[in-house]
C-alpha cells in the first residue's frame, strides 16, 4: 500500500525527526499544531520519518477514521528529508523515488551561473 501513492490526494512529508512512539493522536496533534494543516482532511497521507531511517508511519483520514500505516524495512533506508521540521508537500514522482530510497530534497542543488561569471 505505501509504495504506490495514487489512491492519495495529496502527500505530505513531516521533514526533520518524529518519535514514532506517537500514535493516531499524537501524529495527528503534530499536523494539527506543529505544521497548522488539517489532520481531518480525506484522503491526505501525511508520512512521518524517526531517527532511525528504515520505518516510517503515515496517517489518513479516511472519512469515518483515521488510518495508522507502519512500513519497516528489512534492507536500507530512506533517504528522509532532515531539514527543519516542516511540512513538505511532495509529488507522485518525488513519492515514488522517497519510497526507492532516492533522495527527494537535494543538499547541493545545482545552482544556475551566468555566463559573466565564468571569465
Not at 495514487?6 to 499524537?26: E, M, N
Not at 496533534?29 to 516510517?56: A, H, M, T
Not at 516542516?86 to 544556475?112: C, D
Amino acid at each position: 500500500m505505501l509504495n504506490n501513492a495514487s489512491g492519495f490526494r495529496k502527500v505530505y512529508v513531516a521533514a526533520g525527526y518524529t518519535d514514532l512512539r506517537r500514535g493516531i493522536d499524537g501524529l495527528a496533534s503534530i499536523v494539527k499544531f506543529n505544521f497548522q494543516l488539517d489532520p481531518y482532511e480525506k484522503d491526505i497521507l501525511f508520512l512521518f520519518c524517526g531517527r532511525r531511517s528504515d520505518r516510517i508511519k503515515g496517517l489518513v483520514w479516511e472519512g469515518d477514521g483515521f488510518l495508522l500505516l507502519y512500513k519497516r524495512l528489512e534492507l536500507g533506508g530512506f533517504s528522509w528529508p532532515r531539514t527543519k521540521e516542516e511540512a513538505l508537500e511532495i509529488t507522485q514522482e518525488q513519492y515514488r523515488a522517497l519510497m526507492q530510497g532516492l533522495e527527494i530534497v537535494s543538499r547541493h542543488p545545482i545552482q544556475e551561473v551566468q555566463p559573466s561569471d565564468l571569465l
